[in-house]
């Protein structure tokens, strides 16, 4: 203790300070007399002086430090903090994966897979192989070397010609897509290659079945704006927030300039939430099956477009739903693609298909039965219009099997009369015509029919036999399926489930169903219908035995149409929409089929078509065949 | 303070009592009989406090290299499995993208357009409509249907098809109408698979559909 105190005290510098050294033991006396030896031989500088103004410079510094510390940490702590935080802070999005779409099976129609765009700065490219540095290096290429050596590699790993990539590269832009969507492990490939190249993250959209179920399905592509894959056409387009998901997010700092994360800096996260799957009711093979002999019939028979929609008799899902014209998802923009979905948003005139309403009115009001024998005169008036039927006879007598069998118009029309319109139009709207199915496809047209206030005389000879008034191939299938079904009409879904990220499998809640008729009169209808289909002598035949198939008694109805002459504003006399809509087995019934033709130049019929895909429904849906012999009943008693 | 106070006392009444090594003390004051005693007992603690503080050195010193290389192992552990870690991610992600890319191959080739035209490439032609064969419980059949041998038809319209169903079409179906029994397919083939179809309903169904058409003098005033 006493030694450190004496090496404590040894700097003079206190002692003239003029501080007492207190309590302090004196210290033994040598320095002074050092000190006044050195003063005579020292020139006038005080060192003293120095330390004194040393100190205060000092404490100056040290203030001003104080002072800048204060400022610092103090007044302007927030905004620094904040300003360095977003410095570092990044605010990376992690993206959701897009839902599938998938058909009833599980079969997928749409789904998604991560790929990588080829993005390139050809400014920069240029200037950093036109630096003089790397202009004196002996044989290092020009930029437009250097520029055509990448788009020939890049061509050689992705298999693309290297013409548009090097057009690319060589526009004096700053920011170039070389290529869209490019598998991952050859975007990693090129981008080793040549490191001017960066990749940008995409998700490409994958429709392994092409062009079927296209016009149903949809379309969707990578969005610039939103970062994000978007639908646009169909369900992709409908359904495209239960697809999307919700991008999640995470807050973490990077290094400044470049994406590197610094590890353990992840402030908040969010994850992503995938985007549901959609399960359709659709049956891809059948699908497939049905366009196809869609297609092949509508360009058979001439006609300009068809479509064709397949319903379970007894919930009302759509099992496929076919146009003739479709288009390759992965191109939409292709010329002569037909992008829209005519089953549902283009409504027709459906001609005699639309005899159903006017026959299950009667039925169901108890004015008629089947066997009733009418006496149907060649024609009949109609306010001021006179209507006859498309073959010409005197005065013939027809059961009402045969009015309905063999389409007599006259006939219908005399039916109509005593159901009255009120009857008729309550049927027309329990069948669902004139309202939307609510089905989830997007544009859906619910058709139009005149309001039962603005009926004109004219109006009630038109509308029974399906003139005036209008409906989508759906509606019609739907019309049809009520007497299926047993008189109950269930409005036609084609989302039958959700499947969540977890798995979890959420089914579309069912419609209600609307009660059109009573179970008596959808059975009788479907006996009626089965006179349509049926093949016998003159009068005894239906007008569309062709739609009929060995083994399964087919109750449907044919329909013909007339087009309006947009010229003339009158009904054409040459163009038609041809129809047919039916279900087998016609007792059972577990498939209900609606056909829709337009303008073809024969005006065949689209009952052949009927038995096309009935025959491979009943093949595909392994319907039990029946043995009972095929139904006969009169039509035309002399 | 205090405590400083009254502990200086108690210290130097045990430097008294106790020599202490330390303290210079007794060194000064002692008398020369005691003097070869104290430096013996000095060298004696000195000794033995060296040959204490050596072993300690020699730990600290064993335990700071035992450190040093631990830490640089583990380092060097950290390195290469980080290496190693990276390599079995390159391997992961290699892996999820060739399972995403067999995913889509698989899909693509199981899709019914691809299904068609791989089977149109290998000769086959669509069944048809098959005839039913029916056992009755008494033993008896009955056929339903009217069987025929399946034939090719034209390949079928399709405006657009995905690329793996495109190639070789042609050629294959070709293939394909030799193959069946040399019935050749006349052109459209398409209306001869039509007409077959129509078998089952005798004569043609031309004026049924005319009975379709309503009154056509009067065009309707809607």
Redesign the interface.
């Known amino acids: 203790m006493p030694r450190s105190a004496a090496t404590l005290s040894r700097p003079p510098a206190r002692a003239p300070g003029g501080r007492a050294p207190g309590g302090r033991r004196p210290a033994p006396p040598p320095p002074p007399p050092r000190r006044p030896a050195r003063r005579p031989a020292a020139r006038p500088p005080d060192p003293r002086r120095r330390l004194r103004i040393g100190r205060v410079l000092l404490v100056a510094v040290l203030l001003l430090c104080t002072l800048k510390l204060v400022e610092v940490q103090g007044i302007r702590a927030g905004d620094l903090s904040a300003d360095a935080a977003r410095q570092r802070t990044t605010r990376q999005v992690v993206p959701a994966e897009r839902g599938s779409i998938l058909d009833r099976y599980g ?2 129609l749409a ?1 998604s ?2 790929a990588k765009a080829l993005v390139a700065n050809p400014r920069r490219i240029t200037a950093d192989w036109n630096e003089p540095a790397v202009r004196s290096q002996p044989g290092s290429p020009t930029a437009d070397q250097r520029k055509s050596a990448i788009a020939l590699g890049m061509g050689r790993i992705l298999g693309t010609d290297p013409g548009p990539i090097f057009q690319a590269l060589t526009s004096d832009r700053s920011y170039v897509v070389l290529a869209p969507l490019v ?3 050859a975007a990693r490939q090129v981008r080793e290659a040549f490191p001017e190249i960066a990749e940008e993250d995409r998700e490409s959209r ?7 179920a296209a016009t149903v399905v949809g379309s969707a592509a990578w969005n610039m704006d939103r970062q994000k894959i978007r639908g646009s056409i169909g369900l992709e387009s409908a359904l495209d927030t239960t697809l999307a998901g919700t991008d999640g997010f995470r807050v973490v700092d990077t290094a400044e300039g470049s994406d590197a994360v610094i590890p353990g800096t992840t402030r908040a996260e969010q994850p992503a939430q995938a985007g549901r799957d959609v399960v359709l009711s659709l049956d ?2 059948l ?2 099956a049905v366009e ?1 002999r869609l ?3 509508t ?2 028979v001439g006609a300009r477009t068809g479509s064709a929609v397949v319903l379970d008799a007894h919930t009302g899902q759509v099992l496929s739903m076919a146009n003739s ?4 998802p ?1 191109a939409p923009g ?1 010329p ?2 037909q992008l829209s979905n005519p089953s549902v948003t283009s409504p027709f005139e459906p ?2 298909v639309n005899k159903i309403v006017t026959m299950a009115a009667a039925v169901e009001a108890g004015v008629v039965r089947p066997e009733d024998v009418l006496t149907v005169p060649g ?1 009949i008036r109609f306010a001021d ?7 010409s006879h005197g005065t013939i007598h027809l059961t009402l099997n045969g009015v309905l069998g ?4 006259v006939g219908t029309l005399m039916t109509a009369q005593r159901v009255g319109p009120d009857r008729f139009a309550s049927m027309l709207e329990a069948l669902g015509i004139g309202t939307r199915t609510g089905i989830e496809l997007p544009g859906e047209s619910p058709g139009s029919v ?1 309001a039962r206030e603005d009926w ?1 005389g ?2 009630f000879g ?1 509308l029974p ?4 008034l209008s409906m989508t191939t759906l509606q019609m299938a739907s019309m049809y399926q009520a007497v299926a079904n047993d008189g109950v009409r269930v409005p036609p879904r084609i989302v039958e489930a959700e499947v969540g990220a977890d798995g979890v499998r959420t089914p579309s809640p069912a419609p209600p169903g609307v009660r059109a008729m009573s179970p008596q009169t959808a059975h009788t209808m479907r006996d009626m219908l089965q006179s349509v289909t049926q ?1 016998g002598h003159g009068g005894d ?6 739609a ?4 399964y008694p087919v109750a449907g109805k ?5 087009q309006v002459d947009p010229g ?1 504003g ?2 054409s ?1 040459s163009n ?1 929409w041809i129809t047919f809509a039916g279900m087998f087995p016609a007792q059972d019934p577990r498939y209900v089929v609606a056909l829709m033709l337009d303008r073809p130049p024969g ?3 689209a ?2 078509l009927f ?2 895909i009935g ?1 491979y429904l009943a ?1 595909h849906g392994n319907v039990p ?1 029946s ?1 009972a012999p095929p139904r006969h009943v009169p039509l035309t008693l002399p | 303070m205090s405590t400083a106070t009254l502990t200086g006392p108690r210290t130097s009444g045990r430097t008294d009592t106790r020599p202490d090594p330390r303290t210079p003390a007794p060194a000064r004051r002692g008398t020369a009989p005691r003097r070869p005693a104290a430096t013996t007992r000095r060298d004696a603690t000195t000794e033995a406090r060296a040959s204490g503080t050596a072993p300690f050195v020699l730990l600290i010193m064993v335990l700071l290299t035992g450190g040093l290389v631990a830490t640089l192992w583990l380092s060097t552990a950290a390195a290469a499995d980080s290496y190693r870690l990276d390599e079995a991610r390159q391997v992961a992600r ?1 892996l999820s ?2 399972s ?2 067999l ?2 191959d698989v ?2 080739a ?5 299904l ?1 035209a791989a089977a149109r490439a290998q000769g086959m032609v669509p ?6 064969l ?1 056992v009755h419980p008494d033993g008896s059949s ?1 056929v ?3 069987p025929r041998p399946a034939q090719a038809v034209a390949p ?7 690329a793996p ?1 495109t190639p070789a079409d042609p050629a294959q179906v070709n293939g394909a109408q030799a193959a069946t029994d040399g019935q050749q397919a006349p052109p ?1 083939a ?2 001869a698979a ?1 007409e077959d ?2 078998v ?3 004569d043609d ?1 031309r ?16």
């Open positions: 079969t997928p789904f897979v991560e598998d991952p492990g994958q429709y392994p079945a092409g062009d079927v891809t093979d699908q497939y196809q297609r092949d019939y360009a058979r014209g479709s288009f390759n992965a292709t002569g693609s001609g005699s024609s219009r006179t209507i006859s039927d498309a073959w063999r389409s007599s118009n005149p004109s004219s109006t038109n036999i399906g003139q005036g093949d035949r239906g007008t569309g035995p062709a009929a198939m060995p083994g044919t329909g013909t149409a007339q003339c009158c009904y006399q038609y005006g065949d019929s009952a052949p038995h096309d025959a093949q065949v043995t | 290699d993208e060739q995403e890319r995913h889509r899909e693509a199981q899709s019914a357009p691809a068609a069944a048809g409509e098959p005839a039913v029916l009955q339903i249907g009217d079928p319209v399709t405006p657009t098809l995905p169903a459209p398409g209306a039509a179809q129509l089952a309903v005798p169904g004026p049924a559909q005319d009975a379709d058409r309503p009154d056509s003098t009067d065009p309707a005033g809607t």
